[in-house]
């Protein structure tokens, strides 16, 4: 069996210039691409990332994902986070974000998955879409028109998220299938890319570094020269073959709670955030 999409991958991942310990993980092995953002001091969060990206690693090596099997991996996480309390890290937490190959009736999808405000987005035509929507403060106060879009950039409460894994959290994971095209640029990346770079240069990089490995490089280095001020963990994942043909998304009546408009919720073609 042939997979549905075929890509290339590239990762890349820093501890910043403010942080001791790098507590970001990322797993970037087809057909899963994430991101997790440990969080909890005292090396909590290191592991609780760590055990994101270990249970998703049992998946690693299939063709293609259905939604059961990435509820159930993040339900696993779930478990093996929350038991960490019972070591005294009552406070590991950490997010995820990412996407992963799926299929419907053997047409190549993206199921994105998310969990916090690290982000998925998707690069194509030259435009850059946010897939996932923040689950953070900040995210619902710009939703109530209380917080404008520059104001978010440097308010106290940027860093206060409303759902994780762990950190006595019990929200929900959000789920978006969408057609996967040759030619589809997917960035998965904790926030601290993109606390640091702007959208104009993204757009940049992802633009004119052909290679993912490279254009994950410079998109770390980048966040490191601009501040640092967190860890910052970078996945590329380039779609260059995709089984597709035009048409609507087709979901099972055990989907239906993936969100199924795929429009994002932000596109950007240029500028700054």
């Not at 690693?57 to 960490?84: M, T």
């Not at 048409?247 to 596109?267: K, N, Q, Y």
Request: aromatic share 4%.
């Amino acid at each position: 069996m042939t997979a549905p999409v075929m890509v290339r991958v590239g990762a890349a991942t820093h501890t910043g210039n403010r942080r001791a310990l790098n507590e970001d993980a990322q797993l970037s092995t087809a057909p899963v691409f994430i991101v997790a953002d440990g969080m909890g001091g005292h090396e909590a969060g290191e592991v609780a990332s760590g055990a994101v990206v270990a249970e998703f690693g049992q998946l690693v090596g299939r063709d293609a994902l259905a939604l059961d099997d990435v509820r159930q991996a993040v339900a696993r996480a779930r478990a093996a986070v929350d038991q960490l309390a019972t070591t005294g890290a009552a406070r590991a937490g950490t997010t995820l974000s990412g996407v992963v190959i799926s299929s419907v009736d053997g047409l190549g999808y993206w199921l994105a998955v998310n969990i916090g405000d690290s982000r998925t987005y998707r690069f194509s035509a030259g435009e850059l879409e946010q897939i996932s929507e923040d689950h953070s403060v900040i995210q619902e106060l710009l939703d109530a028109g209380e917080l404008t879009a520059e104001e978010a950039l440097t308010d106290s409460r940027r860093n206060i998220i409303t759902r994780a894994i762990g950190a006595g959290s019990t929200g929900d994971a959000d789920f978006w299938l969408f057609p996967a095209e040759k030619g589809d640029r997917m960035l998965v990346c904790s926030d601290g890319l993109t606390s640091e770079v702007s959208d104009g240069r993204i757009i940049e990089v992802l633009s004119n570094e052909a290679d993912p490995q490279c254009a994950a490089d410079v998109l770390t280095a980048d966040a490191v020269a601009a501040g640092g001020r967190d860890n910052i963990t970078v996945v590329v994942v380039d779609a260059i073959a995709v089984t597709t043909r035009p048409g609507t998304i087709v979901l099972s009546d055990d989907m239906d709670d993936v969100d199924a408009d795929t429009r994002p919720r932000e596109t950007v073609t240029g500028g700054v955030r």
